[in-house]
């Protein structure tokens, strides 16, 4: 009897060759958090998994399950982000983004509210309103407050005004919303602290894409 396939929904975060024409891929997924599996002959001139087994796409994705992975049965794209590769140094940032998500994603835990906000981060960074920069802190604080890794502090003392409403409205906002916003420069470097700061008492990782990023400034 046919396996029944597991259909899920996300992004791939990472892809990777294997042997001659095959991919290994890490998927964000809403259903199933972050997943492994394997696009058997991907990387053949004419195989229909060429264009949906790159990292930024978002997909529904028919799955196999297997013990420790799954296998590609089909794909459907929903966005490409191919608008992200001609954006620098957005797409490094987009980059960046996808490395934090893998950094956070668990096997097994829905991952609804995290997709979303990918989607919506990189989406911003492609209409380039806001600044790569205050898009970055802004992923990652919500980042931070979805894996329950940050809580509002009570009052905004020592922050500039602005920036203390800026907080708030990451934390508390809808994600369709919450790259809607701007800052004087005052206001963004004290955001920017609050960031910074919250984010260093958590992760402790090196990010390929963001020490490119830093040695670009």
Known sequence: MMREA?????????AQPVGEYDRRLVILTRERGKITAFARGARRPKSPYIAVTNPFVFARFSLY???????????????????LASKMPGVLYGYYFLELASYFGREGLEAGESVNLLYAALRALIRGQMSPELVRRVYELRTLMINGEYALPESGAGMDGSAWYAVRYTVISPVSKLFSFTLSEEAERSYTAEVSSAFRRTVDKTFKSLAVIDKMR
């Open 65 to 83: 399950e297997g013990r420790d992975s799954y296998t590609l049965a089909h794909a459907e794209a929903a966005d490409y982000m191919t608008e």
């Open 6 to 14: 597991a259909e899920l929904t996300g992004v791939v975060l990472y």
